[in-house]
T-cell receptor, first 115, second 112 residues
Framework: NAGVMQNPRHLVRRRGQEARLRCSPM?????VYWYRQLPEEGLKFMVYLQKENIIDESGMPKERFSAEFPKEGPSILRIQQVVRGDSAAYFC?????????????FGDGTRLSIL | GENVEQHPSTLSVQEGDSAVIKCTYSDSASNYFPWYKQELGKRPQLIIDIRSNVGEKKDQRIAVTLNKTAKHFSLHITETQPEDSAVYFCAASKEDTDKLIFGTGTRLQVFP
């Protein structure tokens, strides 16, 4: 029973390039959440998605960042024209979404480094 | 917006002693409070959670207490072991948003 799968584990980009981070939720989970963790800090909520719907993007910067969770395939967090400040660990979590508050289980994260 | 404060930021204990980490939340509508353990370079792992309809929950050496009136909740680890060393995060959530608001973390070190 595979857990939340994220790839790549490490991603290096130069300033101005695009970064694409992928997340496949646990089997049977239909809700996906993205969080960002700066070094030595806590996790900050970015966006909450269900299949083909963005439910809450209140934590995501308005510019350069976008997220999707298509009907088929993984959820994608996309960062355009990356800057040094985007360097962080990006974690994806998933939950069953069966109604009521369900535990969120995290993937191993993608560590993004901007040169 | 919702805010979660967590104390202490670092905690050192001797093996076998107890450790207590405290969190305070600001939104009285919050009704779900998980705790995560994160080892260096690893994913946050859910270790215990509590909902607002109960005041205490226990799982072996770990317990969580919730005081809704005071809006604070605590993690208690008894008989600590060196493998308990990690960063612990509390979080709060409410039903209409589902997003987790995390505390700033507590680095626990258990010395043999």
């Amino acid at each position: 029973n595979a857990g939340v799968m994220q790839n790549p584990r490490h991603l290096v980009r130069r300033r101005g390039q695009e970064a694409r981070l992928r997340c496949s939720p646990m089997k049977g989970h239909s809700h996906v959440y993205w969080y960002r963790q700066l070094p030595e800090e806590g996790l900050k909520f970015m966006v909450y998605l269900q299949k083909e719907n963005i439910i809450d993007e209140s934590g995501m910067p308005k510019e350069r960042f976008s997220a999707e969770f298509p009907k088929e395939g993984p959820s994608i967090l996309r960062i355009q024209q990356v800057v040094r400040g985007d360097s962080a660990a990006y974690f994806c979590a998933s939950s069953p979404g069966m109604g009521g508050l369900q535990p969120q289980h995290f993937g191993d994260g993608t560590r993004l480094s901007i040169l | 917006g919702e805010n979660v404060e967590q104390h202490p930021s670092t905690l050192s204990v001797q093996e076998g002693d107890s450790a207590v980490i405290k969190c305070t939340y600001s939104d009285s509508a919050s009704n779900y409070f998980p705790w995560y353990k994160q080892e260096l370079g690893k994913r946050p792992q859910l270790i215990i959670d509590i909902r607002s309809n109960v005041g205490e929950k226990k799982d072996q050496r770990i317990a969580v207490t919730l005081n809704k009136t005071a809006k604070h909740f605590s993690l208690h680890i008894t008989e600590t072991q060196p493998e308990d060393s990690a960063v612990y995060f509390c979080a709060a959530s409410k039903e209409d948003t589902d997003k987790l608001i995390f505390g700033t973390g507590t680095r626990l070190q258990v010395f043999p």
